[in-house]
């Protein structure tokens, strides 16, 4: 009786239970298959650089990680630790400077393959170059008022910058950017330092090197009574030659600092000059432009401030390129006048771009919904990814839109700015 109870206990149900073990075998062999079969997956690799001589320096773009396409057993993909393998740019062999054309290498287990052949990428390579420099502190931001900044230390006073010749030999300066803004006690602050040239244009930071790459700053901040700084702020008329464009303005003295009791209500936070004409210059010049005191100066107070404004011409070189305005968007009814109709993109940066890379920077002002009038734009500038410094001159231009056939010039005057 007892055998024949459990013979019915088995078959009870006997197609759920058959239909189960049925499901169970080819569940176990779906996942066994599943985990067989081969997957794809993009993986980000550190670059690693390896045997670049002490005596050269890269002078291109290289990233700083690679982006894989990598396959094999989804249990392999999936375990696999990027983390553990870098991808490397082997520059063995090279001694000189020049283009070199280089594919990254990158070793892999036993389970994982490529799934696409990693891109070849072309490298300059030029001598390299250090100086020493001292550290120059600028300051970033005002102290609240009765409050005076005094002395400044740097920790360590001297930093080598290092890098490419062909950017080293631009490196003239430096510098940290000190906070002040709103301090009221000694500051100490531990500051990254950026290599600039005389006029404090950063110079290639992604491929020039600072040891040590950022210092020590303390600054004494002394309360006192009823003093106030005013910047001297010098005023300027007319525009410079066509082709021509103001590299750096200097003021002489910058600062000034007066009695706060001398202050009226509504007064702003600098001196302006008398007016100085720019109207046509070619060259560089100098000019004595009395100070306009808002209030009575007293004696001890400068009259006059030295003002130096250094022109240059436009011309194309490693620093300096043309970019002719385009215009999208026109309407054929409408007509359109630039002026200038050219602008000129500066930047230190230029010198390490390559030929294609430079053709790709455009500027471009979009004119679709524009009416007839004139108006004053600062062109949209396209550039490379890692190109982070630039400057655009003139930084505005006009634009004339008129009617075809409409003679009269149009009134309208918009700041797009």
């Not at 891109?119 to 020493?132: F, L």
């Not at 401030?305 to 390129?321: F, H, M, P």
Request: hydrophobic fraction near 40%; glycine fraction near 6%.
């Amino acid at each position: 009786k007892g055998c024949i109870a459990m013979i019915k206990l088995i078959t009870h149900n006997w197609q759920y239970k058959l239909f189960s073990l049925i499901l169970g075998i080819a569940f176990s062999y779906y996942i066994y298959g599943f985990s067989s079969f081969e997957v794809e997956s993009v993986v980000g690799f550190r670059l690693e650089i390896r045997n670049l001589s002490k005596r050269l320096s890269i002078a291109s773009q290289v990233p700083s990680r690679l982006f894989i396409r990598i396959r094999g057993k989804s249990d392999a993909v999936r375990n696999f630790r990027a983390s553990e393998t870098n991808a490397v740019l082997d520059f063995a062999g090279i001694t000189e400077p020049g283009s070199y054309v280089l594919t990254p290498q990158v070793a892999l287990p036993e389970h994982i393959q490529l799934s696409e052949r990693i891109r070849a990428r072309r490298v300059e390579i030029d001598h390299s170059k250090e100086v020493t420099l001292p550290v120059e502190v600028m300051n970033r931001g005002e102290l609240p008022e009765n409050y005076l900044l005094g002395k400044v230390e740097v920790s360590p006073k001297n930093v080598t910058v290092s890098g490419p010749e062909r950017l080293i030999v631009k490196v003239k300066r430096a510098i940290v950017e000190l906070l002040i803004e709103g301090k009221r006690s000694n500051i100490l602050q531990g500051l990254q330092v950026i290599p600039t040239d005389n006029e404090y244009r950063p110079i290639g930071t992604n491929y020039v090197r600072v040891s040590p790459s950022s210092v020590y700053v303390r600054a004494e901040v002394t309360p006192v009574a009823n003093i106030k700084i005013l910047n001297v702020k010098p005023v300027f008329e007319g525009e410079v030659a066509s082709g021509y464009f103001i590299k750096d303005i200097k003021v002489e003295p910058s600062q000034i600092i007066i009695d706060a009791k001398l202050i009226k209500e509504g007064v702003k936070d600098f001196i302006s000059t008398e007016k100085i004409s720019l109207e046509g210059k070619k060259e560089s010049f100098e000019q004595d432009a009395n100070i306009l005191y808002p209030f009575t100066a007293q004696a001890e107070m400068p009259k006059k401030a030295r003002i130096t404004v250094n022109i240059e011409k436009l011309v194309e070189s490693d620093e300096l390129l043309g970019l002719k305005v385009m215009l999208t968007g026109q309407r054929e009814n409408l007509s359109y006048t630039l002026e200038p109709e050219v602008v000129y993109l500066r930047s230190s940066e230029l010198a390490i771009l390559s030929e294609r890379d430079k053709s790709l920077i455009s500027a471009k002002i979009d004119v679709s919904k524009l009416d007839a009038g004139v108006y004053k734009f600062s062109p949209e500038v396209l550039l490379p990814l890692e190109m982070k410094n630039y400057q655009l001159i003139p930084t505005s231009i006009m634009l004339t839109v008129g009617e075809r056939g409409n003679d009269s010039a149009p009134k309208k005057e918009t700041d797009n700015n």
